[in-house]
């Protein structure tokens, strides 16, 4: 928290209030100096430049006048609905606005008005509190936004069917609304229509748990993230996905790799960045505070470089064909590509598209960034496209090609349909001649059409030059690698770079597989992921992750595809699994 001062206020987990002036520590404040305890959540500014801080044993006031401090404490016997204070704010009127595991307090100078379950707000643990330019003070909780209405004295829900967990709100200088969530993106409210749009890692956004937001005096928007910090451009704030071709949010990025000393943004603490006067910005990361100077530009740089690195139908390599025909049977397309850039690699951000198929611009799904699969490809033709852009912006659109033919089957080619006429028309001849002459020739005829269908599947693997003795050697590395190693856990793990760590063809171990372990590479797989995951949704020390969280750490790369790999394999969805086979432990 920067104050008027000049200095700049920052709240540690277990060791109070440092204060930060002129580059150095002058001041701390913690429960011996009278701080109702040492583990900070939140601070606010009030009118009258009194901080206020928040701490998981009561709030605190406190007087800076005179270069000394004076604190005044609040707990639960003075009227507050909780000790543990997660947000606090102040209104144009000076009121202060309190949020808390159990509702919200109003604090007019003398006394708390709380708002909670017992007055009509039915979700009870508050994220973070906001006042936007019209007044307007929003709540974000872990089960979505809502607002204060001033006329019921109530507060109601912003979006219907929007439970998403709230972790920040701003709004920028076009008047649009910006809402951070842990897990699920980023989210903007139109000023003038109400309705929202998202953005997560498929707009490029380095991470879907955004943990803090603060604007720059040039009308930017600052993000920090579970994966670094980055900016919108003011210039992108009202970019809608797929605009044109050559649109993104423009989004600069900084990480570690930039001076960070750390990449993981802190998740709890309100607010979790903030503006000095001297424009700088300042973000609680784990391992310290990261400060950025926007005044100074990153390097602008040339778009990177793509490379198409292979091609892969069904386990078959066929980047080496010039616009292959591939057979209506494919059932998976593998692309795999890079992107090169000496200066900022880390900022690489690369984009797909799958013309004939797709109707924009994608980014790569959250842990496979060298990598696009597609199933099942309805026939026609298309061209594969791969593009890059750089940390400043810039982007080598339309990028590298790769372009095929998917052929229809027979069944749905125009001579099938002639030829089904055909038959037809002669089925229905020889019915006809068939009746007449049973009517005239014959009182019975026996009907001798039994004749017994042969058809004999082929042989998946008749000509497979895969030798018993690779089996034998194969078979127990796999398990090591599975049972000991874990590498299920790795999200982009797929059959290509498994083969790669047995040094074996992807084909043979397709083949073993298939036929030693009776299953497919994504059963086989999931089946590890599945289980990881069953131990930790009834592992009472997992207890504060949600299942997007778990989906990640078990190797999942989205929480759909965990669902339903989940649901195949237990028959339950995560959340009834949880309920079903959680045991907090006792006295909890």
């Not at 692309?335 to 598209?353: E, M, V």
């Not at 131990?535 to 929480?559: C, M, V």
């Amino acid at each position: 928290l920067a104050d008027p001062q000049k200095k700049i206020w920052i709240g540690t987990d277990h060791k109070g209030i440092a204060i930060l002036e002129n580059n150095s520590i002058t001041h701390t404040l913690t429960q011996t100096n009278g701080l109702t305890g040492n583990n900070i959540r939140c601070m606010c500014i009030d009118n009258m430049d009194n901080i206020w801080i928040g701490t998981q044993s009561g709030l605190n006031r406190v007087n800076t006048g005179n270069n000394s401090f004076s604190i005044a404490r609040f707990t639960q016997a003075d009227g507050l609905s909780s000790p543990s204070i997660t947000t606090i704010t102040t209104d144009k009127n000076g009121t202060i606005w309190i949020g808390t595991p159990t509702g919200v307090n109003r604090f007019d100078k003398t006394r708390f008005t709380i708002f909670n379950q017992s007055s009509g707000f039915q979700v009870p643990y508050i994220r973070v509190l906001y006042i936007d330019s019209h007044g307007t003070l929003y709540a974000g909780t872990r089960d979505g936004l809502y607002y204060f209405d001033s006329r019921s004295q109530r507060f109601l829900p912003r979006f219907n069917s929007f439970d998403h967990d709230i972790t920040a709100i701003q709004e920028d200088k076009h008047g649009n609304l910006w809402i951070a969530s842990a897990g699920s993106g980023l989210f903007r409210t139109s000023k003038n229509s109400g309705q929202y749009t998202t953005f997560t890692g498929g707009n490029s956004l380095p991470s879907d748990y955004i943990t803090g937001i603060t604007p720059d005096k040039e009308g930017n928007l600052w993000f920090s993230s579970l994966n670094g910090i980055f900016k919108i451009p003011r210039s992108r704030l009202n970019y809608f996905p797929g605009d044109s071709p050559s649109d993104s949010l423009s989004l600069v990025y900084y990480n570690e790799s930039d001076g960070m000393p750390g990449n993981e943004c802190t998740r709890y603490g309100q607010p979790s960045t903030a503006i000095s006067f001297q424009s700088q910005l300042y973000f609680a990361t784990t391992r310290g505070i990261a400060i950025i100077n926007p005044t100074i530009p990153y390097p602008n740089t040339a778009p990177p470089a793509v490379i198409i690195e292979d091609v892969i139908a069904d386990n078959r390599s066929i980047l080496s064909q010039e616009i292959p025909n591939l057979s209506s049977q494919i059932q998976s397309l593998e692309f795999y590509f890079t992107a090169i850039q000496f200066s900022s690699p880390h900022a690489i951000r690369i984009k797909y598209k799958l013309e004939g198929f797709d109707d924009h611009w994608r980014d790569p799904v959250q842990g496979r960034n060298r990598m696009a699969y597609y199933l099942n490809l309805p026939p026609g033709k298309y061209t594969f496209r791969v593009a890059a852009c750089g940390n400043s912006g810039n982007c080598n659109y339309p990028g590298v090609s790769y372009s095929f033919r998917i052929k229809a089957p027979f069944h749905k080619q125009p001579i099938f349909y002639a030829l089904i006429i055909i038959l037809i028309i002669a089925i229905t001849a020889f019915i006809l001649w068939f009746f007449n002459y049973t009517r005239v020739h014959a009182p019975a005829i026996t009907d001798e059409l039994s004749a017994q269908e042969k058809d004999t599947p082929k042989e998946k693997y008749k000509t497979s030059a895969l030798l018993p003795e690779t089996v034998e050697q194969i078979l127990p590395r796999l398990i090591v690698l599975m049972e000991k190693e874990k590498v299920y856990l790795e999200p982009d793990l797929t059959l290509k770079k498994l083969s790669e760590r047995l040094h074996v063809h992807y084909n043979h171990l397709s083949q073993i597989i298939n036929e030693h372990l009776e299953t497919s590479f994504n059963d086989y797989v999931n089946k590890y992921r599945i289980e990881e995951a069953q131990k930790k949704l009834s592992d009472p020390k997992e207890a504060r992750k949600n299942i997007l969280e778990i989906a990640y750490d078990t190797g999942f790369y989205s929480k759909s595809v965990f669902n339903t790999a989940f649901k195949k394999f237990t028959g339950l969805t995560p959340t009834e699994y949880r309920k079903k086979n959680f045991f907090p432990p006792s006295g909890s």
